[in-house]
């Protein structure tokens, strides 16, 4: 942890002032939370013009210092992306409210009554990269569930998240939630600190490359929503129809490569392997996708020769690795060995070969005769996703705001005492009650 | 991290077995499991007598080596508390399934459904002190939920655990269920390097002191379930019924005082301070329990002065720190700087004061008129405690089987691709079916 430095004492102060913001933020009920929502959606909308003013800016600055097209194509933020940003915070005031959700409802005995009931975490630290329309769509959904946010963005966006952040402090101001809930983080030297906020962050939520996640994972004791790989498995059974097969590999590289649920290695069963190829080579070579394969699949045409560093890689971009296995067996020892936890995909007609699939692979999705592109917040109808988590324990895979909650237990007596359960004059009854 | 060593190859090379046993384990069914463990309690009645003779060994050497009074009462394994843990074994057996529980069904579009089950974690590592019956305890909780258990027991009690570990993967070795999916690790050394087994192991249960919980969670990225302190809070609010809270005070302090859900910290609203003190000083003195106050409660009787540390400090005995607090703002506000997030209870019988409580601490369990020794998985009907976690994210509170298990997505289609949902061809329906 050498180069995390120790949080300054702004920085702790500030931080103080989101959690005790939060702890009030906390109490308030789902109305006053989904208006605080428009309320920033509002702000935001007055101060259209001077945050898309702010942007140009950020671009033209960014572009001087010569940021890469694809990272200036995120930067920007024009009028419509800024309207499609604030629908965004408007739907996410619209979601169902999270908290005071009874998850849990026991009579232990008589007059003696245990709710278990969802509660905000506390305070977020969000750490994003050049995305400015995340720092709108975290905090809202944050405020949503009750969260104060900490919230570090990337340096060439600097003037859009300034604009952006005073648009929902604005928003917040003529709302019954304080505006100290939510802190915009400016300096690096901020960033880093805020991995050393233990007791004061809750949950860390980076958005952005590999590399960002891995180094906030590797230096931070606070739990970490997120993911860094993403190397997906598509199994091409013996069983499989071919044609499906075809269609299902293709979309779950192509549809978007750069995503984190798009396959990165294919996995064919030796026995059908000529036939799938024959029919795959042509339409893979027609969307552009360049494949890398073992010996066995390179006899049958694929032109590039895979090592073993193929297996480990997210390409994030139109490369396929393919390898040709013996059995099922080998196809799960393969994902068991260089998988990364987030979604693996089988086609094949036998049902009872897709069932062992399912069972054996564990990761946070195994899919069935469809795209690995299905894996994702908005897809699986939670209408948010806050992150996708390949960590063994929950929240696992896409999440939605159930991320952003946890419980609590409130137990309700009358005069109640343990000694009297020990001493067997009482006795526990541990009746369910409708939730 | 200077002090953890490197896993050693014959560390990795147990761990990875208990691994891979565990994929086995985990595709059982439930009735293979409740078998696999009915049969590790017939192993241990069966080498009953071997394992209290190795127990006597422990304790003679123990004898002689000086161990604390306390400590050798831990250790103990006669004929009649090994027929106790036996009959635990037993119990574990018929505890409902926690896995292969559906916890979400959605179809995404017509032929293309979404399911959420329990699975479990995979590995479990687990390092626990003096007490033998923990290794029962524990290794039948882990095979009951299908995970593999790497299992490091106190030096005092190897003989003890040894026999135990033979009996029970003597018993797993007549039933569905792989001896491999148990190991117990001997040396010091070995237990260390178990908290470097990211990727081989998901959990860390320890069960022993504070600085043992404390140890481990500063020294490993494996998630960890367990608390370091437990730093309770009784508040006595100006509307308490004095007869009520002196009884709840006395046995949220006295019933149990080594546990961490007793009271250390005792808050009392101005108010009701000299009325509550007269009617408790002469019972708390009755059981025992020494007192130390601020200034003002001293002023009202209490023996002896707290200083600042008396509000940070887990007695684990029968001390019980006393401030006086002007209202119930102060008192959560104390209860938010000095306590551990685990119970915390008030006493009134204004029920709007006491919601009020309830929602504004966040503590894993906020209790209202009744002993914070009710913060117990036995307690709160689970059927078993893993352990009792004060992080924020869930688990939290007393966790039972639930802590052992984990969820993965499945979902199933007939050829489903993203790309016709993102074209408009084909639309998402989102509807939830039957649990």
């Not at 952040?165 to 600190?193: I, N």
């Not at 598509?234 to 075809?246: E, G, N, S």
């Not at 299902?248 to 026995?271: F, G, M, W």
């Not at 109808?381 to 806050?386: D, H, L, R, S, T």
């Amino acid at each position: 942890m050498t180069s995390v430095p120790e949080p300054s004492a702004e920085l702790l102060q500030r931080a103080g002032a989101v959690r005790l913001a939060a702890v009030d933020l906390g109490q308030t009920d789902d109305h006053q939370r989904a208006q605080a929502l428009q309320s920033m959606a509002d702000a935001l909308g007055e101060r259209a013009e001077a945050i898309v003013a702010a942007n140009r800016e950020d671009l033209e600055r960014s572009a001087a210092e010569g940021l890469a097209p694809a990272l200036m194509a995120r930067l920007k933020l024009d009028a419509q992306k800024l309207a499609g940003a604030i629908d965004g915070v408007r739907k996410v005031a619209g979601l169902p409210d999270p908290l005071g959700q009874r998850q849990l409802h026991r009579e232990l005995d008589d007059g003696l009554r245990l709710e278990r009931v969802s509660v905000p975490l506390g305070v977020v630290g969000v750490i994003f990269e050049a995305r400015p329309d995340a720092l709108m769509q975290i905090a809202s959904l944050a405020i949503r569930s009750g969260n104060g946010a900490l919230l570090k963005g990337g340096r060439e966006a600097r003037c859009t998240n300034e604009a952006v952040m005073g648009a929902l402090k604005a928003g917040l101001a003529s709302s019954s939630v304080s505006p100290d809930a939510l802190a915009l983080l400016t300096t690096r030297q901020e960033s880093l600190a805020l991995l050393r906020l233990d007791g004061l962050v809750d949950l860390i939520i980076p958005r952005g490359s590999n590399e960002l996640v891995r180094f906030i994972q590797d230096n931070t004791r606070i739990p970490v929503l997120g993911h860094a790989d993403g190397i997906c498995h598509l199994y091409v059974d013996q069983q499989a129809d071919l044609a499906k097969a075809v269609r299902v590999a293709l979309d779950s590289k192509t549809q978007y490569p750069a995503a984190c649920n798009a396959i990165e290695t294919l996995l064919i069963h030796r026995s059908i392997a000529a036939d799938f190829l024959a029919a795959a080579l042509p339409v893979f070579a027609g969307a552009g996708v360049r494949l890398r394969g073992d010996a066995a699949s390179v006899a049958l045409g694929i032109p590039e020769l895979a090592d073993e560093d193929d297996w480990r890689t997210e390409y994030l971009d139109l490369i396929l690795a393919v390898k040709l296995v013996d059995d099922l067996t080998e196809a799960t020892d393969h994902i068991r060995r260089y998988g990364s936890r987030h979604t693996e995909v089988i086609l094949t007609e036998d049902h009872a070969t897709a069932d062992r699939f399912l069972a054996a692979v564990d990761s946070a999705g195994v899919y069935h005769n469809c795209s690995s592109r299905f894996a994702d917040g908005f897809r699986y109808g939670f209408g948010a996703e806050v992150g996708i988590s390949t960590q063994t324990l929950p929240p696992r895979g896409p999440v939605g705001l159930e991320g952003l909650v946890t419980y609590r237990y409130r137990l309700r007596g009358d005069g109640h005492i343990a000694a009297d359960y020990s001493a067997g004059s009482r006795r526990f009854t541990h009746e369910d009650l409708p939730l």
